[in-house]
Each structure stands twice: as structure tokens, then as C-alpha cells.
């Protein structure tokens, strides 16, 4: 393994919000997996990946400037190997995961997706939401302004308005869904998943757990949840991921979120190990071709 050199991408500080810390501790525990097994692994920043300081051909990133993917994508297409790959980062942007997702068959909320600039209070009435959620639709959620959650068809009106104002032009707009929230972490092709409901652990983002409150436990079928976010990762093109999903009452189990390289943070000691295995057996399929 000597002689594979990995150049490993940390995240901008700007698109770890509340997690700048765990994100660079899974990234840092998977180059260092990586490094037990012979790889040489060199870190840098997103700020020197775009000055063109990366001579590897094997990249492994956190990446989610915009600048940042489209350099992942060129070097993609010129045959580097990239873990998560620059495509799959931007099937995570909000309005191509929601497309992708729907259109692949993943049990996800209905949707509408808009231009900020429409009046959309009876679409939304038509199609049956009372509350919903409204979510940039053009990019990653960078603020806690870049994901709402509306009581009524005449407050998400006046936020899809605010959203346009803020120069987001594009906007997803997802049925709320009742039931208990879990967030999962998983790794493609590799046997680990791993899940919890994050209200009751207290683990959070922007705070918006509280909307479906307490954990009620109800039941569902684990094995299933993992095959539907294993078929999301393969649609999307993402290795490594993560997302959150609601189960109903009657168990019924529908993606609301997927995330390339997610933090990991209560399960970072566990997963890293499989990261870099899922690493090495890209980098010995890349290889062989």
C-alpha cells in the first residue's frame, strides 16, 4: 500500500455549521485508517485543493464549495479517482436529490419544487400540505434560514418570498411528515449502518428536531431502512453518507434528507475502520481498470 498517495479535502469551515469539529475528527480518523494501512495520506484545505495545490490522483474530500466540486468533476473526468465522487455531491444539493430520489422509486415526501419568485399558496393547498418544509433547492444548507419549517400554505408563501429576496431562486417544498425522526450513517458496500433518533440524544444542527419532538419508538423495519438508503447511495453516487428519515405510526419509512459525509459523531470510532476499507476497495477497483 506504500505506494498510494490520497490527497484528503477537509470541509470549509462555512458547510460544517455547529460541526466544524466532529467533520474534521471522522475525516482525520479515516486518513489516519488509512495511513495504518500503508497509504500515504496528505491533508489540505479547500482553499488550497482550488489554488491547484493537489498534484494526487486519488482524492478523497469533504468538499461542498462550488468551486470545489466542479474541480472534483474535471479531475473525475480526466480518470482521478474521487471519494465522494464531485457528481454525487451535487446530486446532494436539494432539488437534484429530491429528482433523483423520486424518480428512482426511494420512499421520500411529496414534493413540490418552485421558483422562489411564484405565488404558490393554492399549489400547495391542491396538493394537500398544511404544514410543510421549504429548503433551498439550489444548494447545500449553508444557514438555518436555508431549510423552514412553515405551520401554513400563507407562511410558506411569505418565506418562498424571503428566499427570493435572498437570492436563492430555486426552492423544494416537502410535505411534513408525523412520526419519529432517526438519523442514519452508512458506507456503500461496506456491512455498517448505524441509527438513532437525534432529539433524544440532544445532537442537532439547526435545531429543527424539536418540530417532531420526543421519540415515540415506534416500530420499523431496520433491514428495510438500510436497503432504502443503500439504493439512495447508489442513485446519488455517494459512498459515504448519511441523511435523516421519519417513520409514521404505522411504520412506514420515508428519506427526508441525504447527505454526502456526514460527521459520523456518535458512531465516529466504529465507522472510520469501514470508511477506509470502502476507500481501498475503490482505489483497488480504479486500479484494475
Known sequence: MSNIRIAGIMRAGAYSPNHIGNDAAIFNAVAEQLRKRGCEVNIYSEDQFNAGAVTEDIILNMCREQASIAR???????????????????????????RLLLGNGVPYPDSLIVNTNENVTEEIREAGFTSCWIKRGDFHAMHKED??????????????????YR????????????????????????????????????????????????????????????EICQKASEVTEVKIYGGDCIVDPDGTIRIIDFNDWPSFAPCRKEAAPYIAKCVLSAIKEWKNK
Open 72 to 98: 472534483l468533476q474535471a479531475l473525475e473526468d480526466k480518470g482521478c479517482l474521487v471519494i465522494n465522487s464531485g457528481y454525487g455531491i451535487e446530486n446532494c444539493t436539494r432539488e437534484r436529490m429530491t
Open 147 to 164: 431549510v423552514s419549517y412553515c405551520r401554513h400554505p400563507e407562511e410558506a408563501q411569505d418565506i418562498l418570498h424571503e428566499y427570493f
Open 167 to 226: 437570492g436563492i431562486r430555486r426552492a423544494v417544498i416537502n410535505r411534513h411528515l408525523v412520526g419519529d425522526l432517526i438519523k442514519f450513517y452508512g458506507i456503500q458496500g461496506q456491512p455498517f449502518f448505524f441509527w438513532f433518533y437525534p432529539f433524544d440524544e440532544g445532537h442537532s444542527k439547526y435545531g429543527y428536531e424539536a418540530v417532531n419532538g420526543k421519540s415515540q419508538g415506534l416500530s420499523f423495519d431496520v433491514d428495510y431502512l438500510r
